[in-house]
C-alpha cells in the first residue's frame, strides 16, 4: 500500500481509544528502538504504566492469564511508543514479528493466549497491516520480576 494510501495509524488509535504511553527509560545499557533500513527493532518491553511496573509474578500462579493479556497488551503499546519515538507511528509499513515471553509459573502452557493482548491490540490498530509471525515463550524469570515482556520488529518506509 502506498504511503498516500495508507490510513493514519496515530489518529486509529485515537480512534480505537487508547493513546501511546511515554516511551519507557531503559533500565540497562540498550536503546528502546533501533531502525535498520526499513524495520525497526524495538527492546522487549515490560508493562511499564507512568514509570513504573505494572505487575510483577509468575502467570498462572501471582498473576492470572487475563491479567498478564492486559500487561501484554501495556507491553504493545509501550513498543508501539518506542517506534512512534524513533520514526513515528504513521511511518509503519506493517507489523512484522511479535515475541513475547511470559514469566511462567510450574505447569502453566498458555502463553500464546497471553502474548494475544498484544497480537490482538495490533489487529485493532492496523487491520490486516497487523498481522505478523509470532512466538510466545514461557521463561523462569523477566527483568524487574515482570510477569510478560514483548518485542516487535516493524516495517516502516
Known amino acids: ?6 490510513p493514519s495509524w496515530t489518529q486509529r488509535i485515537q480512534e480505537i481509544g487508547v493513546s501511546l504511553p511515554a516511551v ?11 531502525r535498520t533500513g526499513s ?26 492469564p487475563e491479567e498478564a493479556k492486559q500487561h501484554a ?31 511462567s509459573a510450574d505447569g502453566f502452557t498458555g502463553q500464546p493466549a497471553v502474548i494475544n493482548g498484544a497480537s ?7 487491520g490486516e497491516a497487523g498481522q505478523h509471525a509470532r512466538s510466545a515463550v514461557g521463561v523462569s524469570e523477566l527483568p524487574l520480576g515482570a510477569p510478560v515482556e514483548v518485542e516487535i520488529i516493524v516495517e516502516v518506509d
Open 1 to 6: 500500500m502506498s504511503e498516500d494510501m495508507r
Open 39 to 64: 524495520l525497526v527493532y524495538t527492546s522487549g518491553q515490560v508493562p511499564i504504566v507512568d514509570g513504573a511496573l505494572a505487575a510483577t509474578g509468575k502467570v498462572g500462579g501471582d498473576v492470572s
Open 73 to 103: 497488551r501495556t507491553c504493545a503499546l509501550n513498543a508501539l511508543a518506542a517506534v512512534d519515538a524513533l520514526v513515528g507511528l504513521d511511518s509503519v509499513v506493517r507489523i512484522v514479528k511479535v515475541v513475547g515471553f511470559v514469566a
Open 24 to 34: 519507557a527509560a531503559p533500565v540497562a545499557a540498550y536503546v528502546p528502538a533501533i
Open 120 to 126: 490482538e491490540l495490533f489487529g485493532e490498530i492496523f
